[in-house]
């Protein structure tokens, strides 16, 4: 089992900036892909931004230029750098985590609790 602890959303006005912190724990796993996902009222859940196990990294068009997502060393603590932030940026920010159970061979998706970021204009 993999638990991913989410932390730093909150309220922030248009043009600020949040930074976003996903840290993962458990036993026994490696990670394949750590990301970013939003869900705002309403509408689906999206892909925000993702990292491979390999630094590749993955970001929605929405929010190329604005945001980045750093990661830690160990590489098991994944960041979401939120810059220049506009309102239609509001929304329930998920953290994902794809890992593989080094004790039975499978690999499976995860989610952090959400935490909501609120961009006012």
């Known amino acids: 089992q993999v638990q991913l602890v989410e932390s730093g959303g909150g309220l922030v006005q248009a043009g600020g900036s949040l930074r976003l912190s996903c840290a993962a724990s458990g036993s026994a796993f490696s990670i394949n892909i750590m990301g970013w996902y939003r869900q705002a009222p309403g509408k689906q859940r999206e892909l925000v931004a993702i990292i491979t196990s390999g630094g590749y990294t993955n970001l929605a068009d929405s929010v190329k230029g604005r945001f980045t997502i750093p990661r830690d060393n160990p590489e098991n603590t994944v960041h979401l750098q939120m810059n220049s932030l506009k309102p239609e940026d509001t929304a329930v920010y998920y953290c994902?985590?794809?890992?593989?159970?080094?004790?039975?061979?499978?690999?499976?998706?995860?989610w952090g609790q959400g935490t909501q970021v609120t961009v006012s204009s």
């Open positions: 994902n985590a794809v890992a593989r159970s080094s004790s039975t061979g499978t690999t499976r998706a995860y």
